[in-house]
């Protein structure tokens, strides 16, 4: 029996894969939201500043009139606008963030801070300039003070 | 030409080809252009005709004189020289993209022990790399405005402060219960 198609050319099926792939990203890229939480110690015992947060040095001395920062902490999620997100915090906390919508150039966020069973001391929702950041401060640590930057990339 | 007329020798059932017939298709028969039976028929013409013979004959030998001359004239011209011209004139002949891609791996050396199968994985790996790979892998802040613009807060604790920074106007959010001796 005549085959009913015509035989494949060899390079339409790198060709439909790489298609796919492009599509994939395409599609991947625009929903996507990179969430940055990044925990920091701060001390008034010493001077030290840790050079991994050279970016931030601005912000911190600005914000905050500690004497040490030592980063503990560092984690970035991509997921989905409207997707949950936890981000484990030192001393048994948890941020929830939530990505809620991408508007003008900014992130909404949802952001909840769990501390064991007690209500959570901060439940907000905010917007800020994509790849911006906010600062949450408070959490006591043995040796200091918490300060949580999240941060928010999304794709426009 | 002129016309001979009462010359029906020919036992046909078809109509005798006439001098007007012969003047009329007369080019054509010179140059052989007729089919063949109309060919037959203007030649039996022209061999029973003395006038339209004559005009035939005449022709021929003008067109004899004619390519006789020409090809003396075209004896005369040198062409030896003619293809080496037009040869140097021409580009190479370049072959199939695929061949040529066939060439070009093939004088590379380093290439040939590698698999075909290895370098269709490592395609593959490589777009799947490309596919997942994180969008962007963003630092520290880049944008000169940072403020946020908070739309609700909501917490256990007995106070809670917002302020921002002078310069890039980066917000932050103090919960207050963490910090029983107050804010830094």
């Keep these: 029996m005549k085959n009913a198609f015509p035989p494949a050319r060899p390079w339409v099926l790198p060709l439909a894969v790489l298609l796919c792939a492009v599509a994939v990203r395409l599609a991947v890229a625009d929903d996507e939201v990179a969430l940055h939480v ?8 010493g001077s030290d500043f840790d050079n991994r947060l050279d970016g931030y040095r601005r912000q911190l001395r600005g914000l905050f009139h500690y004497t040490s920062y030592r980063l503990v902490k560092e984690e970035e999620r991509h997921c989905p606008l409207g997707r949950k997100n936890n981000f484990e915090i030192p001393g048994g906390r948890f941020l929830e963030v939530l990505p809620v919508a991408l508007r003008e150039n900014r992130v909404r966020l949802r952001v909840l801070l769990i501390e064991g069973t007690s209500p959570p001391p901060l439940d907000t929702d905010f917007t800020v300039p994509n790849r911006g950041n906010i600062w949450v401060g408070g959490p006591r640590n043995p040796e200091g003070v918490l300060l949580i930057s999240i941060g928010a990339e999304a794709t426009p | 030409m002129t016309c001979c007329k009462g010359l029906g ?14 003047a009329r298709r007369f080019d054509g028969f010179l140059d052989g252009e007729l089919d063949s039976h109309s060919m037959r028929a203007m030649a039996m013409h022209a061999s029973h005709c003395p006038t339209c013979g004559g005009d035939l004959e005449r022709a021929e030998k003008l067109q004899g004189l004619l390519v006789r001359r020409v090809e003396s004239e075209l004896d005369r011209v040198d062409t030896s020289g003619l293809w080496n011209a037009i040869e140097a004139r021409l580009e190479p002949p370049r072959s199939a993209l695929r061949r040529r891609v066939r060439e070009y791996v093939g004088e590379q050396r380093w290439f040939a022990p590698l698999p075909a199968l290895t370098l269709a994985g490592a395609l ?61």
């Design chain 2, 124 to 184: 593959a790996a490589a777009i799947a790399a490309w596919v997942v790979w994180p969008l962007s892998t963003s630092g520290p802040a880049l944008v000169a405005d940072n403020h946020a613009q908070i739309d609700r807060i909501e917490s256990n604790s007995p106070h809670v402060a917002v302020w921002s920074e002078p310069t890039e106007h980066t917000t932050a959010i103090w919960v207050a219960s963490y910090e029983p001796e107050g804010m830094p």
């Design chain 2, 9 to 22: 020798a020919a036992v046909s059932f078809e109509r005798e080809t006439t001098c007007e017939d012969f």
């Design chain 1, 38 to 45: 990044r925990t920091v110690l701060a001390t008034d015992s």
